[in-house]
């Protein structure tokens, strides 16, 4: 008889412990229900490069969503891990384009180890800030305007030498590259800044004529501010010689604004759309 109670008291013990383990992970399971997180703030894309070559990347600042994760969240870090994705394009970008970064997480993990559903939707961003080709005078800020201007002064004095008394800018000449079969055009733009330039001769006279000072490959930042980025100071081919005192002097130039502006117009129609404000009431 003592045996048969002590077997009785055994199973009993069984199914009390059977009973108590499945009310502890019933409690469990209601006490763990699983942190929805959202990794997207913490995913910077950045663009680079020239528009139309433009290029996309990516970082994911895991130490920053792992910290804000809440309590509930199980190795937070780890968590971090269990991040991924893509972007759907990412080379021959232009300003204005849309890229979308397509999440590749693995949900399954996060869930189970991490206890967290990571499930956030695609993100798209719109291409800005990337380098491009000026196309157009108005795209060029007045003190941009300015240091060129100034620098195409320097180059002008700098050619001609001392017999430089005064240079005064009349605006410039947009060259825009529209013929790339050809040879003959290597840049894709050119600004010729058109001065009307004074000079004093050996003998006391005076010379007055026009020059244009050239800069290739214009390049608007995505600041705004603008950078020639290829030769500059180049002179707008023309030639002007001069006697005084029985001797010839030659200068690099045009007599009249007119010949400038066939020269630095007409010359290039066909491989270059030509955009001009040079006018003399600039002076």
């Known amino acids: 008889m003592g045996t048969a ?61 792992a910290a804000s994760c809440g309590e509930g969240v199980e190795d937070a870090a780890g968590l971090a891990a269990c991040v991924n994705g893509s972007l759907d394009k ?3 970008l ?14 399954d993990t996060a869930k189970t180890t991490h ?4 499930a956030p939707e695609n993100a798209t961003f719109t291409v800005e800030g990337l380098d491009e080709w000026v196309t ?23 050619r001609e030498g ?3 008394t005064g240079a005064e800018c009349l605006g410039g000449y947009m060259l825009v590259r529209q013929d790339f079969s050809s040879e003959m055009v290597d840049v894709h733009n050119m600004l010729y800044a058109a001065y009307k330039v004074q000079a004093q001769l050996p003998d006391g006279s005076s010379l007055t004529y026009y020059a244009g000072v050239g800069f290739g490959d214009l390049v608007r930042h995505g600041d705004g501010s603008v950078e020639a980025t290829g030769d500059y100071g180049f002179m707008a081919y023309g030639n002007i010689d001069v006697k005084a005192g029985g001797e010839y002097y030659n200068f690099t130039g045009f007599e009249t604004l007119e010949d400038m502006n066939t020269e630095c117009i007409s010359g290039y129609q066909g491989m270059y759309s030509v955009e001009s404000n040079v006018t003399e009431a600039a002076a």
């Open 94 to 107: 232009s300003n204005g384009d849309t890229v979308t970064f397509q999440w590749a997480c693995d949900a």
């Open 162 to 164: 001392d017999a430089i």
């Open 90 to 92: 990412a080379e021959g």
């Open 5 to 65: 109670h002590h077997g009785k008291q055994f199973f009993g013990g069984l199914r009390a412990a059977a009973l108590a383990l499945a009310l502890a992970l019933v409690m469990t399971g209601c006490g763990a229900k699983p942190v929805e997180v959202d990794p997207t703030p913490y995913l910077t894309v950045e663009f680079a490069g020239m528009s139309g070559e433009g290029t996309a990347s990516w970082t994911f600042d895991g130490d920053g969503f």
């Open 136 to 158: 157009a005078l108005d795209q060029i800020g007045q003190e941009d305007w300015d240091s060129l201007a100034a620098a195409g002064e320097e180059a002008l004095r700098q």
């Open 115 to 118: 206890n967290a559903i990571l």
